[in-house]
């Protein structure tokens, strides 16, 4: 799109009339319809605040909480210096899964870990062996909510070869880890509490931050992860409740932090009595990274572990350490959201457990993964890459020509499906200039060979030549 085509679209003013209720989500709303008819293009650049305040005559207020608004809804992006824009919102949200039925493009998008027909041959097996054991009783009925209690001692035993700390007591079965945020999020915080958080994190923590009305404080971070100091500030100026952290394998940026960075960690969480909320799913893809936080301050921790990353998307089984103190919280808020994880892939995860399955899958999913993160790197050279050895993803630095522009607009145009940096920011401008693959996504080697040639065709060309997708 052109400066003038973009200097036309400054001049949009919101059609507000016969809709009711507060004139922000009104304009929020009008802005969401001209979007989806076209008369607001992907790449559009909005009025300021002050200038659609006074043709609306409205407060700045009003026009601030609209685009806030809409920008929860993930309709437009802010950028320092340039403006508001459009989203293009076939590459800007979180959790689409192509239907595979239907997909037409290469998907590098949902962070998930290679299939594979043993996988799939190992879980209709032991599905049937489920089904047919009559000694575990009605697997069709209610359980209680959080697990039964031998189902939540073994994965107390699962969650103690990480080093964190956990027991029958203290551990609830969750669906995965996503859940377990869910019922941290909804059970220790109240609206308006904030969590202070990377600058950029998991797209499903933010948007369930924003959905209980949690405020997002972003903090620094350096090759080592969250820098104390500035989470110390963030609690001064902020106070608050709670931090989210990915030790292991951060979520886009691949982060191991170190033993001495998780010991900063935990003492300013202490001192600063901090609810601390740990996510410890990628860890299976990093057999060497030290101790969890929570093994330093369980007091204060809830830490998240779950089978779908390493093993199985489709196994959505998770398990949640918690103090004790906070489980008439926790588990009724877990009751309230689904009562209990299906017991049936619980009892799947278990065996898997006590029969060596899972830590043969996990040494093998590793091994998968460190052959396509060579691969990766070998055929995006020379783009600057930032990546675990064995990690599931791969966070990518565009080449200058495309800052400013949407590459991941134009690699879907060729068939290339991959998450824009921006979805992971807590804070403007965090995530531009990059975007995030997730390396074990596609079926096959042959078809990761063939998304990774076509991103290196697109990013190797100028976005003039291709046209501007903006």
Known sequence: ????????????????????????????????????????????????????????????GTITRAYKEATTRGLIDGEIGRGTFVRDRRVRQWGAVADRGAATTIDFGPNFTPLSAETEDLFRETLAEVALDRTLGPMSGYE????????????????????????????????GVQHGLAIVMTALFEPGDAIVCARLTHPGAKSLAIRRG?????????????????LEAACRLNRPKGVFLIPTLDNPT??????????????????????VVEDDVYRGFA???FAPIASLIPERTAYLHSSSKHLAPGLRVGAMAAPEAWRPRLQPCLRDMMWMAPPSMV???????????????????RAEMARRQVLASKTLAPLRITAHPTGLQAWLELPEVWWGRNAAGALLEAGVSVTAGEVFETTSGAGRGHIRMALGCPDSMDILSRGLTLIQSVLGDSPDRLGDFM
């Not at 998780?262 to 901090?274: H, K, N, S």
């Open 254 to 275: 691949s982060v191991v932090m170190s033993e001495h960075r998780r010991a900063q960690i935990a003492e300013v969480a202490a001192r600063q009595d901090l609810i």
């Open 347 to 365: 009892e799947v995860l278990i065996r898997w457990l006590d029969n060596g399955t899972a830590a043969r899958m996990e040494v093998e999913k």
């Open 144 to 175: 209680p909510s959080g697990g039964r209690i031998e189902h939540r001692a073994r994965l107390a035993d699962w969650i103690r070869t990480t080093g964190a700390p956990a027991s029958a007591e203290t551990t609830l079965i969750t669906a």
């Open 214 to 230: 949690l405020r997002l404080i972003p903090v620094a971070s350096d090759e080592d992860g969250m820098l104390p100091n500035a």
């Open 287 to 289: 057999p060497e990274a």
């Open 1 to 60: 799109m052109t400066e003038a085509a973009l200097d036309l679209i400054e001049d949009w003013t919101p059609n507000l009339a016969g809709r009711i209720g507060p004139r922000y989500r009104a304009i929020a709303e009008a802005m969401e319809q001209d979007i989806r008819t076209g008369a607001l293009p992907i790449g559009s650049r909005l009025p300021t605040h002050r200038d659609l305040a006074w043709r609306l005559n409205v407060t700045v």
